[in-house]
C-alpha cells in the first residue's frame, strides 16, 4: 500500500517547484538583458564605430573631390596639401572599415575600395597633368562614372549598416519583451503553485486535525472507547496511530487494573470464607472452589500435606480425573521440596510462562516431562503452610499458548495460600482440640461408669 503523503513532503516538493520556476523565471530574465547586453555591445563597439568610418570614407571621397575641384580651377597648391590629407584618410578609414564590418559585407567593402582607389588614380593623373583642361570629357566621365560607383557602394554599405543596427535593436527589444512576458509567466505560475499548495495542505489538514481533537476531547472527557480513523496527511495519521495506541494501552491498563482489583476483592472474600470454617476440609473445599471460579486457568489442583507426603489432589479421586497420574508426586524429586520450602519461607511462587521452550528446560526433567506430555504450556505453583511447615501446595496449569501468568494473578494466589495456610493450620488445630475434648469426655464417662460399679460392688 501505497504511503500516504506528508505535510512536509507536500511543502518540500512546492518550495522545490517554486524555487525552480523563479530560478527560470529568473534565468530567462538574464538571457533576455544578456541577449540585449550583447546587441548593445555589438552596436556600441562594432557597428556604430562601423557605420562613423563609412560614413567617414565617403566624407574623405567627397572632400578629396572638392579639393580636386578647388585645385583645377585656381591652381592653387593648398588645395593639393588638402587633396592629400583626403586621400590618407580615406586609406586608413577603408582598414577600419575592413577591421568592423561583417562577412557579409565584404564584397561592398571591395567595391568601395576598387572605386575609390580608381578615382584616386585618376585624380592623381589629373592633378600631375597641368595641360588638363574641362574639356577632357573622358577623363571627367571616367571620374564621373568612378564616382558614381563609390557612391553607390558606399550607400549600399551605408544602408546594409543601418539595417544591422535596426536589426540589432530590433532584436534586442524582442528578447527583452519575450524574456519579461516568459519570467511574468513562470512567476504567474509559481505563485500560483504556491497558493495552491498553501490551500490544498491547509485543506487536507484542518479536517484530520478538527476530527482528532474532537477524538482528543472526548477520551479526556472518559469516553474511552472514542477512536479517530487514520486520514489525512502522513503526519497527521502517525498521531491517530499514536493516539489510538495510547487509548489502546490505557484499556488495557484499566482492564488489567480491573483484573487486580477483581483479584484482590477475590482473595480478600475467599479469605474471610476460609476464616469462616473450623473443618479442615471445608477450608480446603472453600479455597478450591474460589480458585477453580476466579482463576483464569485450565486446571487448578489443590494438594495437602498427609501423614509428612504429598497426596492426590484435593476433589480427585482417580487417575483420569486430572492431567497427572496419582504416582506423580511419589517420583517428586527431593531438590523440588526444598525448592518449596524455600519458597514458603519467602511467601512467593514458582512461575513458568512457557514450559516448552528454555524456561522449562530449568526444571527437573520428572517435573518438565510430565508436564509437557500433559501439554501444559504455563505453569504455577504455590506452597502453603505455618512458617516453615509446608501443609501443601496450590498448582495452577495454562495450556493455551500467548497467555502468561500476570503479577495479580501471582499475587492473588499467593494471598488465598497465606489464609490458607493459616486456615487450615486453625481447623486442624480445632479439630485436635475436640478430639482431645472428646477423649477426655470419654475418659471422663469411663470414670463415672469404673467409679459406679466400684460403688455398687461395694454396695453389695
Known sequence: MRRPSSIGGRLRTGFALFVILLAGAGAIIYVGFAHQGGASRQLNDQIYVLRHYVAQLDNDFADGQVAVANYQLTFEHRFLSEYDGDGANFANDLVFVRRYAQP?????????ARAGTEWFTLANNIVDDPSYTAGDTARTDQA????????AANAAMAADVNGTVNRLIRQSKNALSVGLAWSAGALAVAIGLGLAIATGTVRRTLGPLRRLTATVNRLTAGDHDARIQAAGPAEIQDVARAVNALADESDQLRRADAESNRLRAMARETGFRIREHLHADEVIRAARAALTENLDADVVSLYV???????????QDHDHDGLFSNSFL??????????????????SSAVTQDVGGPEGDQLEPEIRDALREAGVVSHLVTPFGVGAEMLGLIAAERLRAGHPWTAAEVDAVESIAADLGRGLRHARLYEEENRLVGELRSIDRAKSD???????????
Not at 105 to 110: E, M, N, V
Not at 144 to 151: G, L
Not at 332 to 347: G, V
Open 450 to 460: 469404673f467409679v459406679a460399679t466400684v460403688s455398687h460392688e461395694l454396695r453389695t
Open 144 to 151: 564621373w562614372a568612378t564616382s558614381e560607383r563609390f557612391k
Open 330 to 347: 511419589h517420583n517428586f524429586p527431593p531438590s523440588r521440596i526444598r525448592a518449596l520450602d524455600d519458597l514458603l519461607r519467602t511467601q
Open 104 to 112: 557579409g559585407q565584404r564584397g561592398l567593402i571591395d567595391t568601395q
Open 305 to 315: 500435606t498427609r501423614d509428612g507426603a504429598l497426596g492426590t489432589p484435593e476433589g
